[in-house]
């Protein structure tokens, strides 16, 4: 049999990001930075994933509001839409059509076992929706629409790629070979950013405010936020993640945005105290966040332009969803219809 190939000479890399929440610097240092990194080197698409975000309720103007929002955002941080396919996946309906069919191959056992939806279905016990357990496969058919060959996935969707790979190969088997089986995009040590009250944990917008840094924050609020952040009584400041999780974390976020060996930062930093730690942490997120937010102010004042950017990058979307929709559809038996 032979593989699946495409015709791109890039390989090609799908992300998606919820519109779900603000954005915080853990998304910009663990996901939107990186997808910036990539533009050149692959065929990138980046989608506003707004149906996955309706598996939890949502209200419906702020839903709207933060899909156009996120997508000025994926621009502010300097996304080229002539490099990159930017669009929301509402627009391109070959999403939900894949999605139905990869539903009728994926078993109900191995949705069960997916970990987000057991801490999902334990956060919203009271909306356990059947969207949100079979979000796995919608999250599949994104990503086997394009024929993607890598999806920079960090460790809590690396399940979702699994599932992803067996729906995809099960497919092929059954069907014949339809689809590209996708690899995780492993990056150069992307840091993971921790909140700045509990540094064990990942920093997340759905945590209280003075745990994350927002895009969009005022430098006032990030100054007040990084003073503020849990550091320990040890005075040292050194890495070590698991003795001194806080100052490792503001050691980690300087080192990113300032692109400087964590090495050199904590060396340059001796002698400084926390009050200097943070002093220096606030001064590079805010120097990092400030051109980032001039940008996006700039593009949100814009709706057309920003309309228009969408409507071209669905219209690009579902011209290459819909070969691989085409394929599937005759594959699963589906009659011929009219359409040239
Ligand atoms: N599930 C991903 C998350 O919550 C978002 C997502 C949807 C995604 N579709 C995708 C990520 C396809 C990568 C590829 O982070």
Redesign the pocket.
Known sequence: MQAETHTSPKKII?????PSGVLTLGNYIGALRNFKLLEDAYDCIY?V?DM?AITVKQNAAELRARCLSLAAMYLAVGLDPKKSLIFCQSHVSAHAELAWILNCVTYMGELSRMTQFKEKSAKHHDNINAGLFT?PV??AA??LLYQTDL????A??KQ?LEITRDIAQRFNSQYGQSFVVPEAYIGKVGSRVMSLQEPTRKMSKSDPEDTYISLLDSPEVVRRKVKRAVTDSDASIRFDAEEKPGVSNLLSIISVLMDEPLESVTDSLQGEGYGGLKTRAADAIIETLAPIQAEYARIIADKATLQGILDEGAQAAARRANRTLDKVKRKVGFAPHGKA
Do not use: A, E, T
């Open positions: 799908f992300s998606g990001i919820q989608c994933v996955h979000y919608l999250m994104d990503i999806v920079p996935v960090g809590d969707q979702h």
